[in-house]
């Protein structure tokens, strides 16, 4: 059974950091990309920042680009991948549940059950 499995939120004041970890395994295929996504109270559910895993490359919300870097650990099992997302100068705004997504393209995606982060004073 597919599992990813979300870490590492809290609660942080203003300017402060986290860095938030993800683990997905027991894929049924390898990822195309993982993503992180969030969601605050009454709002829709954001893409936050994207890493593929063919190349590596990465893209972020315009929001959080040079405050959030997303990264990975070494690729031992092609059906296993660990992301990170860490998050620099954080904003009482970038409070929200995060959610992690293994992207399987044509073959399906999975989410985690979020991880709450919260800024504030």
């Known amino acids: 059974q597919v599992q990813v499995v979300e870490s590492g939120g809290g609660l942080v004041q203003p300017g402060g950091s986290l860095q938030l970890s993800c683990t997905a395994s027991?894929?049924?295929?390898?990822?195309?990309?993982m993503h992180w996504y969030r969601q605050a109270p009454d709002k829709r559910r954001e893409w936050v920042a994207t890493?593929?895993?063919?190349?590596?490359?990465?893209?972020?919300?315009?929001a959080v680009k040079g405050r959030f870097t997303i990264s990975r650990d070494s690729v031992r099992e092609s059906r296993k991948h660990t992301v990170h997302l860490q998050m620099n100068s954080l904003q009482p705004e970038d409070s929200a549940v995060y959610y992690c997504?293994?992207?399987?393209?044509?073959?399906?995606?999975?989410w985690g059950q979020g991880t709450q982060v919260t800024v504030s004073s």
């Open positions: 997504n293994a992207d399987l393209s044509q073959y399906g995606e999975y």
């Open positions: 027991k894929l049924p295929f390898v990822t195309y990309a």
């Open positions: 890493m593929k895993t063919a190349d590596g490359t990465t893209r972020y919300l315009e």
